[in-house]
């Protein structure tokens, strides 16, 4: 069991940046690929970024890509989410989670991922 704890979230101006933290404990991320999602008010939970367990490939959702960046240290067990230029429409709570690095599905599928964070709020609001 690895267990996920996400920080840095906030209240931020359109324009404006965040750095987002996970933060793991119990095993190794780099048993890992590992994701960031978000969920709105009343919208479904839906996939931001990912990187594969060595850094060796990534993936974003066209809504982030350009403004987002994914990266990670794995021995920091640590995994980060730059968000640049943030809009109101980011807004959401923002979720890290994991799954194991044999997974060779999408990275942007939710239900292959087994170990979620609680979750860190992110609010872009003048």
């Known amino acids: 069991q690895v267990l996920l704890v996400e920080s840095g979230g906030g209240l931020v101006q359109p324009g404006g940046s965040l750095r987002l933290s996970c933060a793991a404990s119990?095993?190794?991320?780099?048993?890992?690929?590992m994701g960031w999602f978000r969920q709105g008010p009343g919208d479904e939970r839906e996939f931001v970024a990912a990187?594969?367990?060595?850094?060796?490939?990534?993936d974003y959702s066209d809504s982030v890509k350009g403004r987002f960046t994914i990266s990670r240290d794995n021995a920091k067990n640590t995994v980060w989410l730059q968000m640049n230029n943030l809009k109101r429409e980011d807004t959401a709570v923002y979720y890290c989670?994991?799954?194991?690095?044999?997974?060779?599905?999408?990275?942007?599928?939710?239900?292959?991922?087994?170990?979620w964070g609680q979750g860190t709020q992110v609010t872009v609001s003048s």
């Open positions: 989670a994991a799954r194991d690095s044999w997974n060779s599905g999408p990275y942007y599928v939710t239900g292959t991922y087994e170990h």
């Open positions: 990187m594969s367990w060595d850094g060796g490939s990534t």
């Open positions: 119990g095993r190794a991320i780099r048993a890992f690929a």
